[in-house]
C-alpha cells in the first residue's frame, strides 16, 4: 500500500488531470449556471433576512447619535443659559447685598446720631439740674453764712457795748447786717 501512495504522489500532476476526464480549470456550462442560480438565491435571502435587518439596524443606530447630538447640543446650550441666569441671579443677589449692607450702615449712622443726640439732651439735662442744686445750695450756703456773720456780729457788739441792746433791737442788728452783707 506504501507503494501506491507513492505511486500516486509520484505521478505528474498532468496525469491527475487527463485521467479523471475533468479538470479544475475545465469549463462545465451546468456547473456555471447552478452557481449563478445559487448564488442568486443566496443574494435574495441574505438581502431579505440579513441585509434588510442590518440596515435597519445602522439606521436606528444613525438616529440613536444624531438623537444624542442634538440632546447632547440643547443640553450645553441649556447649561450656558443656566450658567448666564445663575452669573445674573449672583450679580443681582451682590447689588442687593450692597444696598442691604449701605441701607444698615446709613441706619446704624442715623440710630448713632439719634443716640449722640440724646446722650448731649440727657447730659444738658443733667447738668440744667446739677447747676440748679448747685445754685440753690450756694444760695443756702450764702444765707447760712450771712445768718452765722449777722450773730458774729452781733454778738461782738454785745460785748463792746455789754448790756446796752434789748432783745429786739439786738435781733434788728443781725437782720440788718445779714441785709448788708451778702457773700455773691
Do not use: C
Not at 439606521?59 to 448666564?84: F, G, N, S
Not at 446709613?106 to 447738668?127: D, G, L, N, P
Not at 450773730?151 to 445779714?178: C, N
Amino acid at each position: 500500500m506504501a507503494t501506491e501512495t507513492q505511486a500516486v504522489t509520484e505521478q505528474p500532476i498532468s496525469e491527475h488531470h487527463t485521467s479523471g476526464g475533468g479538470g479544475v480549470l475545465d469549463f462545465n456550462g451546468q456547473m456555471v449556471l447552478l452557481t449563478w442560480v445559487a448564488f442568486a438565491i443566496a443574494a435574495t435571502l441574505l438581502a431579505k433576512l440579513l441585509w434588510k435587518p442590518i440596515l435597519n439596524f445602522v439606521e436606528a443606530r444613525e438616529t440613536e447619535i444624531k438623537d444624542a447630538l442634538d440632546d447632547a447640543q440643547k443640553a450645553r446650550k441649556a447649561a450656558a443659559e443656566a450658567d448666564a441666569e445663575a452669573e445674573k441671579t449672583i450679580d443681582q443677589a451682590k447689588a442687593e447685598a450692597r444696598k442691604l449692607a449701605d441701607e444698615q450702615a446709613a441706619a446704624a449712622r442715623q440710630h448713632i446720631a439719634k443716640m449722640e443726640e440724646e446722650a448731649r439732651e440727657a447730659i444738658a439735662q443733667r447738668k440744667q439740674v446739677a447747676e440748679a442744686q448747685l445754685k440753690a445750695e450756694r444760695e443756702d450756703t450764702l444765707r447760712k453764712l450771712n445768718e452765722s456773720a449777722g450773730a458774729e456780729i452781733a454778738s461782738a457788739l454785745e460785748r463792746m457795748l455789754p448790756g446796752m441792746l434789748t432783745d429786739k433791737q439786738r435781733q434788728d442788728y443781725q437782720e440788718k447786717i445779714a441785709a448788708d452783707i451778702r457773700f455773691n
